[in-house]
């Protein structure tokens, strides 16, 4: 067992694309922890979707052993993802660390994500190893990136490190900068258990697998352990560490980062932030985790009624493994039995609803994200609102509350004033513009988060030609004037197809909708009426015409009594279509609700 004061426990933090997994690669390689004939590219990342997108999903932690001034070093690293929709996993990875090796991208320089990772890390009090990537890149500016080190995060430009993770140039430098500038952990192996739940997966030979963090104490196998949140008491059949793949030990001590097997069957016995201490309770818990905020709901519904079971089977076991995503059944008169899902933002969902095709090959309808209103009512009542089709009727409604996000655009100076148009075209307040170098500048706005979601990312990339980036935090529900919008389909309100927008977009809203809806739904053999109406007032409609048969056509003469005749028979057998026939509503209907109106 390593002493305390020779282990290393650190992140590796950086902004999406700069080189976070082939840093951690390099590392694993330099340390002898993983053989060249099992060297794979992003080793860390074994989910598929992860390696198809090139992106971190899922938190990893890896053991590394490393020579360093005549002695061994445990060096525990916790791999985070870089997307602002799993700055949960990274808050959970940052609370076992001590230390951070902050990543910056020789080229695009910092970035959103690089601020808002790094704002992070201070706060859990970790000590910054700051390293600009991609140094061997043509037209790498690196004097340039660390100037804007300096001005945004007040880092000292004598500590920041330069490294290649593809060429492995410079990762020694920092294996000996984690030693020499990252404290050891204070834990003290003599005192009473405490270890941290930071993570967890489910295997379904060995059922929950549990991540921990020792602060204080020893752990071994056959030990009894308690989980103090559930007052769960177990045995210790496996533990070990991930050097990446699980190798198993006899004990854990202070300061280690591991796993451990108690046979447990379900995830959901286990909470991420608990306290493992021994039976006794003798240890203290320790200060857990904020639970995971859901931003953006949406609903997923078969399209194949038959496959609502498969559909529930398949979104429980995404649940297990993924404590951020959650689920409850619904219904729409239109698409049938489905699931409302909650997920942390827009990512998150399309990851979500990718791994359900790809793992469970379901053909699935999904109806447009929104998000969590609060509803004071007049008869007392606060409301929480996830569906648009909960939002009562106006008259009961005290005051209307939307979520509204802090969020920071890093930008060139150049492209300054397309992003404040943009911001201001969506109502944004302006918060402060920060020059970050005499290129850069960090712009930063609130805005609702309703107006975030769904495309500011692709009309930001847009407006900046592709070189802007933006991270936004939640900071609160503020009253607003909104309504529910409604679209009738033959006089039918159809819940899946119903907003909440602002008072003063909803007529153009109401009517930019109608008029994709018309393009999007086919056209049947009785006339649709399409509406969009604010309560029981229409603000806008269009009609999708019938397609006609010429009955006529054998008709090549004669009367015209004939063919009148025919006529009437034909207006009798639509107005009798028009009663009973079902209108279709393909799946591209159901996102035109996302159409701003914007021209």
Same mark, same amino acid.
């Given at each position: 067992?390593?002493?305390?004061?020779?282990?290393?426990?650190?992140?590796?933090?950086?902004?999406?694309?700069?080189?976070?997994?082939?840093?951690?690669?390099?590392?694993?390689?330099?340390?002898?922890?993983?053989? =060249?004939?099992?060297?794979?590219?992003?080793?860390?990342?074994?989910?598929?979707?992860?390696?198809?997108?090139?992106?971190?999903?899922?938190?990893?932690?890896?053991?590394? !052993?490393?020579?360093?001034? $005549?002695?061994?070093?445990?060096?525990?690293?916790?791999?985070?993802?870089?997307?602002?929709?799993?700055?949960?996993?990274?808050?959970?990875?940052?609370?076992?660390?001590?230390?951070?090796?902050?990543?910056?991208?020789?080229?695009?320089?910092? /970035?959103?994500?690089?601020?808002?990772?790094?704002?992070?890390?201070?706060?859990?009090?970790?000590?910054?190893?700051?390293?600009?990537? *991609?140094?061997?890149?043509?037209?790498?500016?690196?004097?340039?990136?660390?100037? /804007?080190?300096?001005?945004?995060?007040?880092?000292?430009?004598?500590?920041?490190?330069?490294?290649? #993770?593809?060429?492995?140039?410079?990762?020694?430098?920092?294996?000996?900068?984690?030693?020499?500038?990252?404290?050891?952990?204070?834990?003290?192996?003599? #005192?009473?258990?405490?270890?941290?739940?930071?993570?967890?997966?489910?295997? /379904?030979?060995?059922?929950?697998?549990?991540?921990?963090?020792?602060?204080?104490?020893?752990?071994?196998?056959?030990?009894?352990?308690?989980?103090?949140?559930?007052?769960?008491?177990?045995?210790?059949?496996?533990?070990?560490?991930?050097?990446?793949?699980?190798?198993?030990?006899?004990?854990?001590?202070? &300061?280690?980062?591991?796993?451990?097997?108690?046979?447990?069957?379900?995830?959901?016995?286990?909470? %991420?932030?608990?306290?493992?201490?021994?039976?006794?309770?003798? $240890?203290? +818990?320790?200060?857990?985790?904020?639970?995971?905020?859901?931003?953006?709901?949406?609903?997923?519904?078969?399209?194949?009624?038959?496959?609502?079971?498969?559909?529930?089977?398949?979104?429980?076991?995404?649940?297990?493994?993924?404590?951020?995503?959650?689920?409850?059944?619904?219904?729409?008169?239109?698409?049938?039995?489905?699931?409302?899902?909650?997920?942390?933002?827009?990512?998150?969902?399309?990851?979500?609803?990718?791994?359900?095709?790809?793992?469970?090959?379901?053909? =699935?309808?999904?109806?447009? +994200?929104?998000?969590? !209103?609060?509803?004071?009512?007049?008869?007392?009542?606060?409301?929480? %609102?996830?569906?648009?089709?909960?939002?009562?009727?106006?008259?009961? %409604?005290?005051?209307?509350?939307?979520?509204?996000?802090?969020?920071?655009?890093?930008?060139?100076?150049?492209?300054? &004033?397309?992003?404040?148009?943009?911001?201001?075209?969506?109502?944004?307040?302006?918060?402060?513009?920060?020059?970050?170098?005499?290129?850069?500048?960090?712009?930063?706005?609130?805005?609702?988060?309703?107006?975030?979601?769904?495309?500011?990312?692709?009309?930001?990339?847009?407006?900046?030609?592709?070189?802007?980036?933006?991270?936004?935090?939640?900071?609160?529900?503020?009253?607003?004037?909104?309504?529910?919008?409604?679209?009738?389909?033959?006089?039918?309100?159809?819940?899946?197809?119903?907003?909440?927008?602002?008072?003063?977009?909803?007529?153009?809203?109401?009517? #930019? %909708?109608?008029?994709?809806?018309?393009?999007?739904?086919?056209?049947?053999?009785?006339?649709?009426?399409?509406?969009? #109406?604010?309560?029981?007032?229409?603000?806008?409609?269009?009609?999708?015409?019938?397609?006609?048969?010429?009955?006529?056509?054998?008709?090549?003469? $004669?009367?015209?009594?004939?063919?009148?005749?025919?006529?009437?028979?034909? *207006?009798?057998? *639509?107005?009798?279509?028009?009663?009973?026939?079902?209108?279709?509503?393909?799946?591209?209907?159901?996102?035109?609700?996302?159409?701003?109106?914007?021209?």
């Amino acid at each position: 067992m390593p002493a305390p004061e020779f282990i290393r426990n650190f992140s590796i933090i950086a902004h999406i694309d700069h080189g976070k997994s082939t840093l951690a690669d390099r590392l694993m390689e330099r340390t002898g922890t993983v053989s =060249l004939r099992e060297m794979k590219a992003q080793l860390l990342d074994d989910m598929d979707l992860e390696r198809q997108r090139g992106i971190t999903i899922k938190a990893r932690a890896v053991a590394m !052993y490393h020579d360093h001034g $005549g002695s061994t070093y445990e060096l525990n690293l916790i791999d985070t993802p870089g997307h602002v929709d799993f700055q949960y996993e990274v808050s959970r990875s940052l609370t076992c660390c001590e230390g951070a090796v902050l990543l910056v991208d020789a080229f695009q320089g910092v /970035e959103a994500q690089t601020v808002a990772n790094a704002y992070a890390a201070m706060e859990h009090e970790l000590t910054i190893v700051p390293v600009i990537n *991609k140094i061997d890149l043509t037209h790498a500016r690196p004097d340039e990136v660390k100037l /804007e080190m300096v001005q945004s995060l007040a880092i000292d430009p004598d500590e920041v490190l330069g490294c290649s #993770a593809k060429t492995g140039e410079g990762c020694e430098t920092i294996l000996d900068a984690i030693i020499t500038r990252i404290p050891p952990p204070k834990g003290d192996p003599q #005192a009473p258990l405490q270890a941290m739940v930071f993570d967890s997966h489910y295997d /379904e030979f060995r059922g929950a697998i549990t991540y921990i963090r020792l602060m204080n104490g020893t752990i071994s196998k056959g030990q009894r352990i308690k989980f103090l949140q559930t007052n769960t008491t177990y045995e210790v059949l496996e533990l070990g560490q991930f050097r990446p793949g699980r190798i198993a030990r006899d004990m854990l001590s202070a &300061g280690q980062v591991g796993y451990l097997i108690c046979g447990i069957k379900s995830l959901s016995h286990v909470h %991420i932030g608990d306290t493992i201490s021994s039976p006794q309770g003798t $240890g203290r +818990p320790l200060p857990g985790y904020k639970k995971p905020k859901r931003m953006v709901f949406c609903g997923l519904y078969p399209s194949d009624g038959q496959d609502f079971e498969e559909l529930r089977d398949a979104l429980a076991r995404l649940a297990i493994n993924d404590p951020s995503f959650e689920f409850e059944p619904e219904t729409s008169d239109a698409l049938g039995f489905g699931f409302r899902c909650g997920f942390l933002g827009l990512l998150h969902m399309e990851i979500i609803q990718q791994r359900l095709e790809q793992e469970a090959d379901i053909d =699935l309808v999904q109806t447009a +994200p929104n998000v969590t !209103y609060e509803i004071d009512t007049k008869d007392g009542r606060t409301l929480e %609102i996830h569906t648009p089709t909960r939002v009562p009727d106006m008259g009961q %409604i005290e005051e209307f509350r939307q979520p509204i996000v802090r969020i920071n655009f890093v930008l060139p100076t150049e492209y300054i &004033g397309p992003v404040m148009k943009l911001c201001t075209d969506r109502h944004g307040i302006y918060v402060r513009t920060e020059y970050l170098s005499p290129t850069r500048a960090m712009l930063v706005y609130d805005l609702a988060l309703a107006d975030v979601i769904y495309d500011m990312h692709d009309k930001l990339k847009s407006a900046t030609r592709g070189y802007g980036t933006m991270d936004y935090e939640l900071i609160g529900h503020f009253p607003a004037d909104l309504v529910r919008l409604d679209i009738l389909i033959k006089g039918e309100r159809v819940d899946a197809l119903s907003i909440v927008c602002d008072r003063r977009e909803a007529d153009s809203r109401g009517r #930019a %909708i109608i008029k994709k809806l018309r393009k999007t739904i086919d056209r049947h053999l009785f006339e649709i009426p399409l509406q969009a #109406a604010i309560g029981s007032r229409i603000i806008a409609r269009e009609t999708i015409s019938a397609m006609r048969k010429n009955v006529t056509a054998k008709c090549y003469g $004669g009367d015209i009594t004939r063919k009148r005749k025919l006529w009437a028979k034909q *207006k009798e057998g *639509k107005k009798r279509m028009k009663s009973i026939g079902q209108v279709d509503i393909p799946q591209k209907a159901f996102l035109a609700v996302l159409e701003t109106g914007e021209k």
